[in-house]
């Protein structure tokens, strides 16, 4: 059975910081950008070869305003010690603090970084395991 491809898409009131942050910061590849689409501007990124990508999409006019909790995560698994440090140098570069998680079990191996929009971002140390 073929593994399906995951989409997460949300919207945003400033689309240029959310690019800053997932694209410049978090080493994420823009994989397609639109403007103007039925009153939306938008973009999708991740990786070419991942099967999921993300969507952030700004409608001109209208306020969708802050993450509704500080515990609305996406969680990236980086088991490679090198990788996982060069991501996190790369968001502090660009001027990203960790911050701490509102679980703690995500600071046990990881780093949680939040986005222009108050959503949270952890790096997590380890192989993913279910």
Do not use: I, S
């Amino acid at each position: 059975m073929p593994v399906p491809r995951l989409r997460v898409a949300r919207p945003t009131d400033d689309l240029a910081a959310v690019l800053r942050f997932y694209r410049d910061g978090l080493g994420l590849t823009e994989l397609y950008a639109f403007g103007g689409h039925a009153g939306f501007d938008g973009v999708l990124l991740g990786h070419p070869q991942a099967p999921y990508h993300l969507e952030f999409t700004h409608q001109p006019g209208h306020r969708v305003g802050h993450a509704p909790t500080p515990d609305n995560l996406l969680v990236f698994y980086l088991p490679d010690a090198a990788e996982w440090e060069a991501a996190g140098q790369r968001l502090r570069a660009y001027g990203y603090a960790p911050v701490p998680a509102y679980n703690p079990y995500w600071d046990e191996r990881g780093l949680t970084f939040e986005d222009p929009d108050g959503y949270r971002v952890v790096l997590e140390q380890a192989e993913w395991q279910l």
